[in-house]
């Protein structure tokens, strides 16, 4: 079955930039997503089809994909910006989230 | 404004079943792809189930396949998840998710969840 990996957890001072990736196999050849969740939140979307941003997410965010990795980046990442973060892409009409990743902004 | 909410969830014995619902409002339940997303404490999300638009075709993650059953009735705007021969491993934070226009907008609507617990 098709699995998508994302480190468990990363740490940005705030103002930095903030990386978080997700691999899988051929993953540029589809399309991906990216959710927020902050503790005791449904998740939020925040980046859909690779890099485009929905209406009222910041432009901090941005996201791209190519070859086995998707990539979702915060530009001056904020405390606010601490939360999970999933990755999301469709196989064979199945839906697929990563493992997600704790962003911790200190 | 769109508008999920999740019910039916409560703690039950292993073997046995339940029937969760989200209510939607804002939006036609049936123009959409309606997924169900859940969250095991402490864990990521594990996509559930989805139906197309107007009972369209219905997809279960291998997990699920043969236990639990999606479904909507689109002129009352809910959509339902029928879960049968429910596992200790099915405990989570069930959450009704819609899709945009097309897969690849992503879900770009959930509900709060509701706690399903199964346990002797």
């Known amino acids: 079955s098709y699995e998508l990996t994302q480190p468990p957890s990363v740490s940005v001072p705030p103002g930095q930039t903030a990386s978080i990736t997700c691999s899988g196999d051929?993953?540029?050849?589809?399309?991906v997503c990216w959710y927020q969740q902050r503790p005791g939140q449904s998740p939020k979307l925040i980046i859909y089809?690779?890099?485009q941003r929905p209406s009222g997410i910041p432009e901090r965010f941005s996201g791209s994909n190519s070859g086995t990795t998707a990539t979702l980046t915060i530009s001056g990442t904020q405390t606010v910006d601490e939360a999970d973060y999933y990755c999301q892409a469709w196989d064979n009409n199945n839906v697929i989230f990563g493992g997600g990743t704790k962003l911790t902004v200190l | 404004e769109v508008r999920l909410v999740e019910s039916g969830g409560g703690l039950v014995q292993p073997g046995g079943s339940l029937r969760l619902s989200c209510a939607g409002s804002g939006f036609s339940l049936g123009d959409y792809t309606m997924s169900w997303v859940r969250q095991a404490p402490g864990k990521g999300l594990e996509w559930v189930s989805a139906?197309?638009?107007?009972?369209?075709?219905?997809y279960y993650a291998p997990s699920v396949k043969g236990r639990l059953t999606i479904s909507s009735d689109n002129s009352k705007n809910i959509l339902y998840l029928q879960m049968n021969s429910l596992r200790v491993e099915d405990t989570a934070l069930y959450y009704c998710?819609?899709?945009?226009?097309?897969?690849?907008?992503?879900?770009?609507?959930w509900g709060q969840g509701t706690l399903v617990s199964v346990s002797s």
């Open positions: 139906i197309g638009g107007y009972g369209g075709s219905t």
């Open positions: 051929k993953l540029g050849h589809k399309y």
């Open positions: 089809q690779d890099s």
């Open positions: 998710a819609k899709q945009g226009n097309y897969d690849s907008t992503g879900f770009d609507h």
